[in-house]
Every structure is written in C-alpha cells, then in structure tokens.
DNA sequence: ATCGGCTCGCGCAA
DNA sequence: TGCGCGAAGCCGAT
C-alpha cells in the first residue's frame, strides 16, 4: 500500500518567499528535539534530497525562556546531546547557538534554500515562526510533528470538551497513525562551517549560562534524551502494561509511562508511541484504547486549547458557568490558607497533599491522578479562585519537567471548570468538580503513596 | 458495595 | 426544541 510519511496536512507554508537558492536545507528545530520519527526532519531531508543540498539542523538556545529552570535546562541539554550525536550518524551537522530561537534560525538560515520548522503551540513559539517567516530571505514551511492528527484537521475551534473533540480525532486516525519510513539522507552537511555551543560537557555549559538555579535538577530516574525515552517506555510496555487499565489510577504504583517530560520536550514522538501501542497483543485492548484516549484524545485536547483559545494560561480562559460559579463563592470562608511558600514547602495539614507536592520537587513528576488532587486543594485553601489558579499554574511551571506544557495549562484550567460539567454546589468551589482526601482513602491505597514518595525522597 | 441526585451546555436527532 | 450525556466526584440512602 502506497503511502506518505509526511501528509500533506501537516506541512504549511508560511511566507511568499522564494526557496531553492541557497546552499543547504535548514530544519530550525525547536519543539521537536529529536532525531527519529520527527516529520520536520524527514520532510528537510525530501527537500534536500531534490535540491542535491544537505541538511543543516539548527537550535536556539535562551538563558531566559520563559520559566524555565536549572532543572528543564539540564533534562533539555541531555536530549540535544544525544540528539545531535544521532543526526551526525545520519550526515546530518546540528549548530546550537545561543540567543533566542528565531534569531539564530535567521541567522543560520542566511543562506539557506529553505527554512523547514516544527510546531509548538504556545504563543511566543507561534510569534517566533510569525517572525521567522517575515523576515527570512528563503521560503519558510512548518511541518506538524507533535500530533498525531494535525489541529486544523481535527477543528477549527475550541472544543468544549473531550467528548466534542473525540470523534473528531477518531474519524482521521486511519490517515494518521500509520507507519513511519525514514528517507535516506544523499547529501552529508556535515563539512559545513556553521558556529556551535559546545555541548558535549553539560555541567560546564550549565555553569557558564546565566539561568535561574532555583530549582535542583532531578535524579537519574528522569535522565534526558530518546534512547532513555524508547527504553522507558519498553519496560513499561513489558512489565507493567498488562496492569495498566486497572492501576493508572493508583498513585501508589508505577504503572504508568512516564512519558510526559519527553513528549513535552520532544524527545519521543507521540507517533512512535502510539504505534508501539497499536503492536500489543488485543487481549490487551481495553489498556491500549485506555492508554491511546490519554495519548491523543486528551493531549491534543490541550493543544487544541493553546491554540485556539487566547489566553490559555489566564484565569480568564474559563467558561462562563465557572467564573460565575467561583464568584458566587469568593466570600466564602476559607478553613485553610496557606502562603505560595507554605505550599511549595509541602507544609500544609494534609499528608496526601504533601507527599504529591513532595514528589513533584523532588522528582520533577507527579502521578497523573495525584495532580488532580493537588490543583483541586490549592483552589480550596486560598483567598480568592484568580489566586489560586495563578499560584497553582506557577508551581506547576517551576517544577514539573514537563512544565509550560499545553497539558499543564489545560490541567491547571480543568480544576477550574475548563473542559469538565457543573456538579452539586458546595462552599468555596461552587459547582465545580470538588476532590476530596476521603475519595482518595476509597478508591486507592494513599498511605502506599505516601510511602512511595517517602522512599523516593530518600534516594533522591 | 451500589445507586441516584446534583448540574451545565454542546451537539445531534427530529 | 428536546434529549442524552460527559476528563478522573461527592454524599447520603439503601
């Protein structure tokens, strides 16, 4: 059967202007950090491949993206390590230049035939391909590598929820989750000449960037990088996918993926994922339609939500309903306020709240289902809903690794109301979703959780 | 252990 | 226009 690996949906051209004259393919990778099953990539080879030219791959590196860390930028720099070692086995030279993305592509990009880029959805990664694109001397094409289903395929708008957006994805999947075919690579780059930040010591270039150090790195639990990814998400499939549909909810086991830090940093494709899935035996097939609604339904839900609706990390993203609701209830009377520092020391009266906030600074993770929780008791325990959520989405950014993640804007924003229903009024929440410690005591073994993060401090 | 009520609004059927 | 039903629930009645 004949078919594409690079659709024709996924690829975008963004400027009028010429390609073809310069001396090499650009591919300015930026969201998708990775060296396999990336389409930007295959599609700069294709493009090089027909001008007889060679692939150039050039990254951005910021001392001050936004929010960002010790802790991102050490997970950050083991991926492009190990990224750049896999392109140079393909022929493939990749430069990582200090200064803010779309100057280094532009400036990488002088003599360029075209500018091929991949596509993150946040806003100032929208404004550098908007900037990209206006001041480029070659034609500049965006090619789609971190969903399965492009957006614009999926919807043109917002979707309410997860049930409005599902049928939408489920009706293109067919086209989409389909193998993927590397191209060979015709033309080395790497004889050109191009500036490049040493990387290969990342404790040295760690030392000499001018970053914020406020946050620790991780343990080697949440090493960085694809081939840490691959053989992550192995063991998971191996050892703990046959309890998955059971125990996904259960804090305190682990089996789960644990694939966010490296789909938020591109360093696994959400593809490669979903067809190592689609290859498990179907007596497994509640697991893998579980596993697939989380994977795409319910990730590229968030994407749909940074994309579409324009301020994404403001309170006032919230539907109606919601606002209404939590206003109705500002006055309420709070049992607990706890200062932004009180949480972040995880010193509050609640040992299950605690131990999330304790994994989440130690491990730069935490269990899917604990998140909830944790968003749900900072909007109980502060003055005002507009401070909560705003304190919750700061904490989120700075410890999470997979931080400034569409997932954490729509996480955080779905403890507000966003994409969830009304339910039975109560103090302080109104009719929005309430968790409560005595629901956690049911339906898992919270102390077992507890415990496991007490261990994983301690090794830690 | 299990069930129904609580509550909003989208999207589809009619 | 009516109706079913939903991103992870709670609570009280049985």
């Known amino acids: 059967m004949d078919f594409q690996t690079v659709q024709k949906s996924r690829i975008q051209v963004l400027n009028d202007a010429e390609s073809g004259k310069g001396r090499y393919v650009l591919y300015w990778m930026q969201q998708s950090q990775r060296a396999d099953y990336n389409h930007a990539l295959e599609y700069a080879i294709q493009q090089a491949n027909r001008l007889g030219q060679g692939v150039l791959v050039a990254f951005g590196l910021m001392d ?98 997860a049930r409005t957006i599902r049928p939408k994805i489920h009706k293109h999947l067919a086209d989409y989750l389909v193998d993927f075919k590397p191209a060979t690579v015709k033309e080395s780059s790497l004889h050109l000449t191009a500036n490049c930040m040493d990387i290969d010591n990342i404790d040295t270039l760690l030392k000499k960037m001018k970053i914020d150090r406020s946050v620790m790195r991780v343990s080697n639990f949440f090493k960085g990088g694809s081939s840490r990814a691959r053989q992550m998400f192995k063991t998971f499939l191996h050892r703990r996918f046959e309890r998955y549909v059971d125990n996904r909810n259960q804090p305190q086991t682990d089996d789960i993926s644990h694939m966010s830090p490296y789909l938020h940093f591109g360093q696994i494709s959400p593809l490669y994922l979903a067809l190592q899935i689609n290859d498990v035996d179907s007596r497994l097939q509640a697991a893998k339609d579980s596993f697939l609604e989380e994977l795409i339904v319910r990730r590229e839900l968030a994407m749909n939500f940074v994309n579409y609706a324009p301020h994404y990390d403001s309170y006032k993203c919230l539907p109606n309903w919601a606002r209404l609701t939590l206003a109705e209830h500002r006055q309420d009377p709070r049992e607990y306020v706890y200062t932004r520092r009180q949480l972040e020391n995880a010193q509050t009266h609640d040992e299950y709240w605690n131990a999330a906030m304790r994994e989440m600074r130690h491990t730069g993770f935490m269990h899917n289902y604990m998140r909830m929780y944790w968003g749900k008791k900072i909007l109980e325990w502060s003055k005002t809903p507009e401070h909560a959520y705003r304190t919750t989405l700061a904490i989120n950014n700075k410890y999470f690794l997979d931080g400034r993640d569409p997932n954490s804007y729509t996480g955080v924003a779905w403890v507000y109301g966003i994409h969830d229903r009304a339910w039975f009024e109560r103090p302080i929440f109104g009719k929005i979703r309430y968790m409560a410690a005595s629901g956690l005591e049911r339906k898992c073994d919270i102390k077992g959780y507890v415990r496991k993060v007490d261990d994983l401090v301690d090794k830690a």
């Open 64 to 161: 001050d993206y936004p929010e960002a860390n010790l802790r991102h930028y050490t997970f950050m720099l083991e991926g492009l390590k190990e990224t750049r070692e896999t392109l140079a086995r393909r022929r493939i030279k990749m430069v990582i230049q200090k200064g803010a993305p779309a100057e280094v592509a532009l400036k990488v990009g002088r003599n360029a035939s075209v500018i091929i880029c991949d596509c993150g959805y946040l806003r100032h990664q929208k404004a550098w391909r908007e900037e990209v694109a206006t001041r480029a001397g070659c034609r500049v094409v965006q090619v789609e590598s971190d969903v399965i289903v492009p957006l614009r395929v999926v919807s043109d708008k917002a979707e309410y929820a």
